[in-house]
């Protein structure tokens, strides 16, 4: 049973930075893919930044420039850095892998996620 533990996430002011950091445990293969995703109120979940096994990253454009992804394969740790935060980018984060886990319904695996508020 697979289990993602976010954690990280904060009230900060526009123009400040975070780090998310993400545990996966219970997977019994390797993942390829790990990404960071957000909701916002009202709006769909967002793949926001991925990470391949080899390191290989990609970003929504949004994002570029600002988040950075990391992880650690020993561990299974995911990292998302955030600096020069903005307002938009007050969400729930989650990590996951790319595409998501299955929780073996037809449904995708989330975590509890972490809270990401940007406000002066």
């Known amino acids: 049973q697979v289990q993602l533990v976010e954690s990280g996430g904060d009230l900060v002011q526009p123009g400040g930075s975070l780090r998310l950091s993400c545990a996966a445990s219970?997977?019994?293969?390797?993942?390829?893919?790990m990404g960071w995703y957000r909701q916002a109120p009202g709006k769909q979940r967002e793949l926001v930044a991925s990470?391949?096994?080899?390191?290989?990253?990609n970003y929504e454009d949004s994002v570029k420039g600002r988040f950075s992804i990391s992880r650690d394969n020993a561990k299974n740790t995911v990292y998302l850095q955030m600096s020069s935060l903005k307002p938009e980018d007050t969400a729930v984060y989650y990590c996951?892998?790319?595409?998501?886990?299955?929780?073996?319904?037809?449904?995708?695996?989330w975590g509890q996620g972490t809270q990401v508020t940007v406000s002066s």
């Open positions: 219970g997977s019994s293969f390797i993942i390829n893919i």
């Open positions: 996951n892998k790319v595409p998501p886990f299955s929780d073996g319904a037809g449904r995708d695996y």
């Open positions: 990470i391949t096994r080899g390191g290989k990253t």
